[in-house]
């Protein structure tokens, strides 16, 4: 019998998935110049879209910046007709900000430039490779994403 696979600590694994991840967005974030938006703006815009409408105070805190910041960055969204301020439904003295069509739209069309530029990547792989990429983002959305407990630092 060969010589046993040594498994690599949690800890080692989870450095490679962050330095890989990194990388991965920084080679793909070239497909956003042609949004015309900021990174910051284009994550907010993102946060809109796949979320939903929200307050001013919880798209600062998913963004993880102060209620200035995202005011400047809803702003500069507002004036290109990306986004739009609406009253609650429930209580009209709320404010939520929400994508409007034009901004699902550019958001979309960025996301499909992200996605395309990756499958040409992932096409050049052989299909072991491919198969064991798609086991391993079957694991990322089942089982590594779901244990992040917000309230944990």
Do not use: N, W, Y
Request: aromatic letters at 2%; a positive charge.
């Amino acid at each position: 019998m060969g010589t046993p696979v040594r498994q690599a600590p949690p800890r080692a694994i989870a450095d490679r998935l962050h330095s890989a991840a990194i990388h991965l967005l920084r080679r793909l974030r070239v497909e956003d110049k042609a949004m015309g938006l900021t990174p910051p703006r284009a994550s907010v815009l993102s946060v809109l879209v796949f979320r939903g409408p929200v307050t001013m105070s919880e798209l600062a805190e998913a963004e993880q910046v102060r209620r200035p910041t995202i005011t400047r960055l809803v702003d500069g969204l507002e004036r290109r007709g990306l986004v739009r301020r609406v009253s609650h439904a429930d209580d009209g003295r709320v404010q939520l900000v929400e994508a409007t069509a034009a901004g699902k739209r550019l958001l979309q069309k960025g996301r499909a430039r992200r996605v395309e530029r990756l499958s040409r990547g992932v096409a050049r792989l052989s299909e072991g490779d491919q198969e064991v990429l798609a086991r391993a983002a079957d694991l990322m959305e089942q089982s590594l994403l779901v244990t992040f407990d917000a309230s944990a630092p």
